[in-house]
């Protein structure tokens, strides 16, 4: 199994509250990425690395913010906690673009 | 853009059957092609995967072929057993559009659940 580790694993929050989700690695692999995971949309791209310092946007980034100082860290930062961000979230690495991506275990996040 | 249609489940079958997800997709360029599974409360785990035309991936008695002409990848097992109950996730990797980075598009996954 790729390394990959996800922190807090479960996480209860309130409505305006900020979160950060990270997410560590120890392959080594240049690109990193957060997706959401809701019932009925499958997985969805929030926003992805493509280097240390290097971020891009995916489908669903509004409400998110990301931040990558380290090759083994990806951040994921809520601004301020709304409860349609209640979701599964998943990191993923790849070595390359285009190639498969490996998925860390998840953080479950309720906002209530 | 792109897109991976599969088939709605849930599927649901007896152990030692034969199965088939069906997987379509939609893409610009020439994408490669992952089926992922998932186990309850787990991440999803790369199951197999294509790169080219005709190219069939297998891994733990999971295949699918890489079909360009009807633009598929359908996941097959010969003899399922009750172990291989997950959700199946079909996924392609294409040029984003407009930009020089790959991202994976999901379909919606699968449930298969396979009885004793």
């Known amino acids: 199994d790729a390394g990959i580790t996800q922190s807090p694993r479960h996480k209860v929050t309130e409505t305006g509250t900020p979160v950060t989700l990270r997410c560590h690695q120890t392959?080594?692999?240049?690109?990193m990425y957060w997706y959401r995971q809701d019932p009925g949309h499958g997985l969805r791209l929030i926003h992805y690395?493509?280097?240390?310092?290097?971020?891009d946007k995916g489908e669903v980034s509004d409400g998110y913010s990301v931040s990558r100082s380290k090759t083994e860290d990806f951040l994921l930062t809520l601004e301020s906690a709304t409860s349609s961000q209640t979701s599964v979230y998943f990191c993923?690495?790849?070595?390359?673009?285009?190639?498969?991506?490996?998925f860390g275990p998840g953080t479950r996040l309720t906002v209530t | 853009g792109d897109s991976v249609t599969q088939m709605e489940g849930p599927v649901t079958l007896s152990e030692e059957a034969f199965l088939t997800i069906n997987c379509t997709y939609t893409?610009?360029?020439?994408?490669?092609l992952f089926w992922y599974v998932q186990y309850p409360g787990e991440g999803l785990q790369l199951l197999l995967k294509?790169?080219?035309?005709?190219d069939k991936g297998s891994n733990k008695g999971f295949e699918a072929t890489y079909r360009k002409e009807t633009t598929s990848f359908h996941l097959e097992k010969g003899s399922v057993q009750v172990s291989d109950s997950a959700v199946y996730f079909c996924?392609?990797?294409?040029?984003?559009?407009?930009?020089?980075?790959?991202?994976?598009?999901f379909g919606k996954g699968t449930l298969l659940t396979v009885n004793p």
């Open positions: 993923a690495i790849s070595i390359q673009q285009g190639y498969e991506q490996y």
């Open positions: 392959e080594n692999h240049r690109y």
């Open positions: 690395s493509y280097g240390v310092k290097d971020t």
């Open positions: 893409a610009t360029g020439y994408p490669s």
């Open positions: 294509a790169t080219k035309a005709d």
């Open positions: 996924a392609l990797s294409d040029k984003n559009s407009g930009g020089s980075n790959y991202k994976l598009t």
